[in-house]
């Protein structure tokens, strides 16, 4: 188990260190939900990670016929839905298959902040939580890391001692801007979609023309009868 004062490593770095891809990758997550740095993101991934391993392990354990295997199968689709990462009811072992980092990361608390609107920006909402001003019901919760669990979404309000309480706090959002930042941001969603159709049509207007060649060739040698033999291989 370890001593208590040394807690033991809760995520996984990358086997190797300058992949493009990836960080490309992670740079958008961390943009995205405002991150402080990729360990916060590896520790969903290493959530993730675990979930699918114990799903595996239970499929194979169920197929030779453990009995122990139906109850922690039950046991870890309960967290799921606990967690609101699954329905509570219907699902099954390959439901936990799929899941993706996103879905995890959408349930921290500094997300849910911000997109109840408690917040401009995912940074502002972290700054909120870290300072106090936070709260899911009464109880006041400083990690922005924290899995909100099914139920709780609604209870998530300013705490009760922040002066951020007051509508007239000059840092708190107000109703109209954060509408007007929506609607900015469909507008640029919108515009970067069309921007994507523009340069697949070209790529995909290709990809036809080549298919309709070879379809047009090839019906060509169909519709062509065979050349008759020649008359020296008659004469042989």
């Not at 958008?28 to 990729?38: A, D, Q, S, T, V």
């Not at 997109?115 to 899911?136: D, E, M, N, S, W």
């Not at 099914?150 to 706090?169: A, C, F, K, M, N």
Request: proline share 6%; glycine share 4%.
């Amino acid at each position: 188990m370890g001593d208590p004062k040394f807690s033991r490593r809760k995520y996984d770095t990358p086997a190797h260190p300058w992949e493009g891809e990836r960080i490309k990758t992670e740079n958008e997550l961390l943009m995205k939900y405002g991150l402080k740095n990729k360990r916060e993101l590896w520790r969903a991934q290493y959530l993730v990670r675990q979930f699918r391993e114990q799903s595996r392990e239970l499929q194979a354990r169920i197929r030779i016929g453990d009995p122990q295997a139906k109850i922690e199968t039950d046991q870890l689709l309960k967290k799921c839905a606990r967690l609101a990462l699954l329905p509570e009811e219907g699902a099954t072992l390959n439901d936990v298959l799929i899941l993706g980092t996103e879905e995890v990361l959408a349930r921290r608390l500094q997300t849910m902040v911000f997109r109840k609107g408690l917040a401009y920006t995912p940074k502002q909402a972290r700054q909120f939580i870290v300072h106090g001003h936070a709260a899911v019901g009464a109880r006041k919760v400083t990690i922005p890391g924290y899995l909100v669990k099914r139920g709780e979404e609604e209870l998530i309000q300013y705490y009760t001692t922040s002066p951020l309480t007051s509508d007239l706090h000059p840092m708190r959002p107000k109703a109209e801007e954060l509408q007007a930042k929506a609607a900015e941001e469909e507008v640029k969603k919108e515009r970067e979609e069309q921007e994507s159709i523009k340069v697949a049509k070209p790529k995909l207007k290709k990809i036809i023309v080549t298919e309709l060649k070879e379809e047009k060739e090839e019906d060509i040698d169909k519709a062509t009868p065979p050349e008759p033999p020649a008359e020296e291989e008659k004469k042989e």
